[in-house]
């Protein structure tokens, strides 16, 4: 990308105050306030118009006079056609970056309004916010705007009908001949700017609701995309771009623009079904959008190039502006980035693991996991940019990882959609990203997505965070009846022996721990994070028995209350990282339980005690209605309806209950002490985040205790 400032700094065109507060515009000697956002994409286009246009600086003049009837305004940039700049050519409105779809139109009648006011006849008019450029041409006889490709650079009369062109860099142009333009990388808050400014454009004034917009976007970068990596010869154009068509094909300027709307979109829509040929699960249905819609985004987007941003600042760009639409409108809480690369980092994820999220949301672990084996890759072929055999071993090493062994499963299928674009633009890892409910089983997933890749017991690693605080409810889900978890617990102190019973509903955080344990296979790692009330409630004690007879509990890292607040959660959580023991240590674990119970049960007579009391209870209470009937002369039933006989037999039943409560908390209290002193004893780490990088407010700090905690971590899981 160009630093059209500090290219103009380095050739004297421009200077700045100390605190680049003020610059200076050095032929025209004018000093202007550089705070003003304006002012930035003002010295930007100044400079474009030198350095790309090559006009030469003593035919630009800024800040240009205008008599408008009675007012007098300011035209920001005019370029004429001589040194005297007595004869307007160009005239260049600017604004801000983050200017409305309503403003810009604003903002061109403004300059077209300069242009009709100046003497002389004004050939072309630019209107720039600076990640939006509109060219035309104008014609004062004919009242009309024709919309073209470009600006004519110095000394070319004649302009093409498009702009960007693969390979311009390398064209050999003749003099008077235009000059086209390849593609542009950007930085990570532009590209962010053009996101969100396009999706804006695509809803504002109600014409679609933000969330097909939404969908409507994804889908024109997807294009985009699909038309970057088509293989092109040196200055061949892009088809994402503005092709304008001329006069002599088209007279009617309202006319001319609608063929080019409706070439435009059926450019969009050609790469869109050459795209889908390859990724049919991505989109599913058509673009739905207008052709000049259509124009619009591509406006915003056509001279970026997405493939050659630096991949950080393309993923951080997409996920900014997919964050925060999903919060503002879905409410969904996606994982801090901090904790994914918390979790990421610490697990020993090679190139040969297979990955799964089971509610991958926008695909946040996915790709930390994918850009670890990435950064893997380019530490054993660091010269992979410039050596042609490191290449050929680089990209295989990642991107084979990426199509088969990255699995995602998100039940919202806009979101998923969303997971899949954010992964195109990390440049691959969507193939089996899915659309369904997480909880299902494996065989159901075969049977509605025919991908085989989700197979219980083949994951070695598991990375999630689940939804929390909702409930699948039996009545709903019948998928409810094959969960353990979904059963309720045994109680190994019941008198009697429990039919299996089912639970009315349970918790989706609860399920989706047997569910991953089900994916995983023996040995493999499960990061999970999880509501503290699972760690520490004592109703759910239940689930804590279970997830130690299925898992080794390596580690169990305490966040801050705040480490969700500012995604829109404030439930206290923790990150837990379990391994799947094998299935004899789980049934030996299981048994050995059993045989602690039940030698409790045989010391303690625990169920002779329990059948003496129930005898007593009865014997009392036989009594008592014979005292009441031989005292008060009634029938045995009379005699257990009075006031009496109830208020003596709940105080009786309260005090049995109360011995039988006092005899079941010794056993489970003895139950405790012989689990730990008779079951397999290991080291656990834990530890407690109060300062993770940010604030509730999202906002980033110092302070990121998770990098010291991660680093321990990694060292105790190697040794595991």
């Known amino acids: 990308m160009k630093d059209y400032i500090q290219l103009g700094l380095d050739k004297g065109y421009i200077s700045f105050n100390e605190d680049r507060s003020r610059i200076t515009y050095v032929y025209q000697k004018k000093e202007r306030n550089y705070n003003n956002p304006e002012e930035k994409v003002q010295a930007e286009a100044f400079l474009k118009l030198i350095i790309d246009y090559h006009y030469p600086e003593r035919h630009i003049r ?24 007595l004869s307007p050519h160009i005239v260049v409105e600017c604004k801000k970056q983050d200017i409305s779809e309503a403003e810009f139109l604003q903002a061109v009648n403004q300059a077209y309004s300069y242009a009709y006011s100046l003497p002389c006849d004004v050939k072309y008019v630019w209107v720039t916010s600076g ?59 532009e590209l962010t700017r053009r996101f969100k400014q396009a999706h804006e454009a695509l809803w504002a004034g109600g014409q679609l609701n ?45 006319k001319r623009r609608a063929k080019e709307n409706e070439n435009l979109l059926n450019r969009i829509k050609a790469l869109y079904e050459e795209g889908r040929k390859r990724d049919k699960e991505v989109f599913r249905d058509d673009i739905h959008l207008t052709p000049e819609k259509v124009r619009t985004v591509v406006g915003y987007l056509e001279s970026v190039n997405l493939g050659e941003t630096d991949l950080d600042s393309k993923g951080r760009a997409f996920e900014t502006f997919m964050g925060s639409f999903f919060r503002g409108n879905f409410g969904q809480y996606f994982t801090p980035r901090e904790i994914v690369k918390f979790i990421v980092d610490v697990l020993p994820i090679t190139k040969d693991s297979k990955v799964l999220d089971t509610s991958c949301g926008s695909g946040g672990f996915l790709l930390y996991a994918l850009n670890k084996v990435r950064e893997q890759a380019t530490d ?13 071993k680089w990209f295989p090493y990642w991107h084979d990882f990426a199509e088969k062994n990255l699995y995602g499963i998100e039940i919202s299928e806009q979101i998923s959609r969303a997971a899949k674009m ?97 994916f995983l296979k023996e040995g493999g790692y499960m990061a999970v994070v999880l509501p503290d009330g699972i760690l520490t409630n004592s109703s759910m004690q239940y ?31 923790s990150v837990l990282f379990l391994r799947k023991w094998k299935k004899d240590e ?14 409790l049960l045989r010391d303690s007579n625990y169920l002779d005690q329990r059948s003496q009391w129930d005898l007593e209870i009865k014997q009392k209470q036989k009594l008592k209605v014979e005292e009441i009937k031989g005292r008060q002369r009634i029938s045995v039933t009379t005699a257990k309806q009075t006031e009496e006989y109830k208020t003596w037999n709940t105080s009786m039943q309260e005090e049995y209950a109360a011995k039988i409560d006092d005899l079941k908390s010794r056993l489970t209290e003895q139950y405790l002490l012989a689990k730990q002193s008779q079951l397999p004893d290991y080291p656990i780490f834990m530890a407690i985040a109060e300062e993770i990088g940010y604030d509730a407010t999202g906002k980033k700090t110092a302070t990121n205790e998770l990098e010291l905690i991660g680093e321990e971590l990694k060292k105790f899981i190697a040794t595991l």
């Open 586 to 599: 789980t049934d030996k674990l299981v048994q050995q339980k059993k045989d602690i119970e039940s030698r």
């Open 210 to 254: 933000p969330s097909d917009a939404f969908d409507e976007m994804d889908k024109l970068i997807f294009c985009k995309i699909w038309d970057e990596r088509k293989p092109r010869k040196i200055g061949e154009p892009y088809d994402f771009q503005i092709i304008t068509v001329s006069k002599q094909e088209e007279k009617d300027a309202y």
């Open 543 to 573: 689930v804590r028995t279970q997830i130690e007879d299925w898992f080794r509990i390596v580690a169990v890292i305490s966040m801050p209350q705040t480490a969700f607040t500012a995604n829109g959660a404030g439930v206290k959580s």
């Open 422 to 518: 954010n992964m195109i633009i990390h440049d691959d890892g969507h193939t089996n990203v899915i659309t369904s409910d997480g909880l299902i089983s494996d065989e159901e997933i075969f049977a509605k997505t025919n991908n085989q890749g989700f197979k219980y017991g083949t994951f070695d690693f598991i990375i999630t965070n689940p939804p929390f605080g909702s409930t699948v409810r039996l009545s709903e889900q019948a998928y409810l009846k094959t969960y353990q978890l979904g059963k309720k617990e045994e109680d190994w102190l019941a008198v009697k022996a429990q039919p299996e019973n089912n639970r009315d509903g349970q918790n989706t955080e609860v399920l989706f721990i047997e569910q991953d344990y089900k």
């Open 380 to 392: 054993y072929y660091p010269r992979y940019k410039s050596d042609t055999k490191d290449y050929a």
């Open 62 to 85: 800024q800040f240009v006079p205008v008599t408008m009837g009675s007012d007098i305004k300011e035209a920001d940039i005019v370029v004429y056609d001589d040194e005297m700049c």
């Open 131 to 189: 990640i939006r450029n509109e060219y035309y041409e104008v014609d004062k006889n004919q009242n009309t705007r024709n919309q073209i490709p470009d600006i004519p650079q110095y000394g070319v009369d004649k302009i093409a009908s498009y702009k960007y062109v693969y390979g311009a860099q390398y064209m050999e142009h003749e003099e008077g001949e235009q000059q086209f333009f390849d593609l542009s990388v950007i930085d990570q808050s």
